[in-house]
């Protein structure tokens, strides 16, 4: 069976032969692979891993040109500034500026310039899904919360769903927008060649929710339901992202029509894999599972061999469930570590169909 099979008849809740897993890592970890493998491409690393890669495909926005000569600000269609943050063992990209920060009023908010729908580069996206047709494709990526804490500062967006509703209303609202537009022009551009529409909003921390429900259901839920029909109306799959404990938003994140839940930190409040699969694993698809705050960086290959079994075991039962760390594999996570998740899915994996 093939990757691009083993992955759309899971998704679809169809035979396979064992648990697709599919690989989020860091840039640093991806070099580590390919000098591992001594490989130059990184499709081959997948291969000599076993992975049954989820590709992200993206309109970047601004045509060819005018990309190259932005390449030195190291600023996204949202005009929000990063800088690069190095830590040693690698680094990170941090939001540095932020276009709507001390803006206060509807009119300020409307006078910032807002990313035009059509300045995409939508042929970009086309030839990036072309070259990428052995694998399901995932367009990266529709988000609310995300880009509403970045273009404001985090503690004057969060204020805001207090304070100013009105404000908070009309900034989601402009986002939304712009956001099913862009699901359109994609879709009209290379529709045939993408699977899945990936849409991030991280609404959990360590130990609970970023946010209250009942301001999550006030400013989001509808916009979300829209954009999750939006994406079904396209006969396309809803991926949907947060990190963290939002048990709450989770469960009606399922109602409105996600059809795939990642990354299910399993250590966080409400998250834990027996619950999430009792109570969803008959309406949704998990993504993810393998703990990498302290077994991928921290353990053994044995606790690692332990750690995707038990993902198996509670997740996996009865299918629907990709196998993937809970987040990025982070710069200094061991080969030997990486290596243990996929043979363990390569070993067992048809155990749990």
């Known amino acids: 069976m093939t990757s691009y099979d083993r992955v759309m008849n899971t998704l679809q809740r169809k035979g396979i032969d ?3 897993a ?23 690393v997948y291969t000599k891993l076993g992975v049954d890669k989820i590709v992200w495909v993206m309109a970047p926005y601004g045509n060819a040109e005018e990309r190259k000569d932005q390449q030195t600000s190291l600023t996204d269609a949202w005009d929000v500034g990063r800088k690069e943050i190095n830590f040693g063992a690698g680094s990170y990209m941090e939001i540095s500026t932020r276009p709507l920060a001390g803006k206060s009023t509807i009119a300020e908010a409307d006078d910032f310039a807002w990313p035009n729908p059509d300045a995409f580069d939508y042929e970009y996206l086309a030839s990036q899904c072309r070259d990428n047709g052995t694998w399901v494709r995932m367009l990266f990526f529709i988000s609310l919360f995300e880009i509403y804490c970045s ?15 009105e404000l908070a209303h009309h900034i989601i609202g402009r986002i939304a927008d712009i956001q099913l537009q862009y699901i359109d022009r994609a879709m009209a551009a290379a529709g045939n060649d993408i699977e899945i529409v990936y849409i991030s909003d991280d609404m959990g921390m360590q130990d609970r ?15 979300i339901g829209t954009i999750i029909d939006k994406i079904h109306s396209h006969n396309k799959l809803a991926f949907y992202h947060t990190d963290g404990s939002a048990p709450e938003i989770v469960d009606r994140l399922v109602d409105i029509g996600i059809d795939v839940l990642n990354p299910i930190q399993h250590r966080c409040p409400g998250m834990e894999r027996e619950r999430l699969k009792s109570l969803y694993g008959d309406r949704i698809v998990f993504h993810g599972g393998v703990e990498n705050q302290q077994v991928l960086p921290l353990g053994t290959p044995a606790d690692v061999r332990r750690e995707v079994l038990r993902d198996m075991e509670t997740l996996g039962a ?12 982070q710069a200094g996570t ?12 390569q070993t067992y994996g048809h155990r749990y169909l």
Not at 25 to 32: C, K
Not at 213 to 220: A, H, N
């Open 18 to 20: 064992r648990l697709p």
């Open 151 to 165: 273009i404001k500062p985090l503690d004057e967006a969060l204020m805001d769903l207090y304070a100013s509703e």
């Open 334 to 345: 061991s080969i030997d570590n990486i290596l243990a998740l996929y043979d363990t899915v």
């Open 318 to 329: 009865g299918g629907g469930y990709i196998v993937a760390s809970c987040h990025n594999i």
């Open 209 to 223: 929710q970023l946010i209250g429900t009942e301001k999550w259901e006030l400013f989001f839920r509808d916009h």
């Open 22 to 44: 599919d690989l989020w890592a860091t840039g640093e970890v991806i070099q580590s692979l390919k000098e591992h493998f001594r490989c130059d491409d990184e499709s081959e």
